[in-house]
C-alpha cells in the first residue's frame, strides 16, 4: 500500500496536472476563442454549462497541485473570465447550505473525500497556496453534513520531502 502515493503522484506528473500554472500562451478576455484556450491548456477535467448558453471549462492541478483554472467561454466560444478558483475570495464564498455540486462548480475537482461516522460528516479537502506559510502545504476543506455545506475550515501540512507538491 504504501505504493499508492508515489504511483498517484506519476501518473499526476504524467497526465501534466502536477504542473499547472498559467495558460502556455497568453489569452485574451474577449478576444480570445476556445479553439485557444484548448490549444494552451489541452483538454479540460470538467465542463460545465453555464445558462447564458456558454460554457466553463475546468481545469484542476488537484491531488497535489494547488491551482484550478476556471474559463468561461461565450456561447460564441469567446473567452469571457480566467480565474484560479483556490484563491481566498473564491475559498471564502462558500457558505453554509451549498450543496457538493454547486462547491464543486465553485472551487473545481477536490482532492479528497473522506466521510466521518460518527459525526456523520463527508469532508471534502482541496490543497491551497499558502499566504504566509512559507513552505507549509494548506488544505482548504469543506464539511458536508446531510447533503449541504455545514461549515469550512483550514489544516496545515508540514513538508515531507517524500512527496513532494506541485504548484
Given at each position: ?67 484550478c ?8 466560444g ?11 475570495a473564491?475559498?471564502?464564498s ?74
Amino acid at each position: 500500500m504504501r505504493r499508492l502515493p508515489f504511483l498517484l503522484l506519476i501518473l499526476s506528473a504524467l497526465t501534466g496536472c502536477a504542473g499547472l500554472r498559467s495558460p502556455k500562451q497568453p489569452l485574451v478576455v474577449g478576444v480570445s476563442q476556445q479553439a485557444d484556450v484548448l490549444a494552451s491548456f489541452g483538454p479540460p477535467v470538467r465542463r460545465w454549462l453555464n445558462a447564458d448558453g456558454g460554457q466553463t471549462l475546468e481545469y484542476s492541478a488537484q491531488p497535489f497541485g494547488r491551482h484550478c483554472w476556471m474559463v468561461t467561454l461565450a456561447g460564441d466560444g469567446r473567452l469571457l473570465r480566467l480565474e484560479d478558483s483556490l484563491l481566498p475570495a473564491s475559498r471564502f464564498s462558500i457558505a453554509p447550505g451549498l450543496t457538493p455540486e454547486q462547491v464543486s462548480r465553485l472551487l473545481g475537482r477536490e482532492r479528497s473525500r473522506v466521510f466521518y461516522r460518527f459525526s456523520g460528516e463527508d469532508v471534502w479537502d482541496w490543497n491551497v497556496a499558502p499566504d504566509s506559510m512559507g513552505d507549509y502545504l494548506l488544505r482548504f476543506n469543506v464539511h458536508f453534513k446531510d447533503g449541504v455545506v455545514l461549515r469550512t475550515s483550514q489544516s496545515t501540512v508540514f513538508p515531507d520531502r517524500r512527496f513532494p507538491f506541485g504548484d
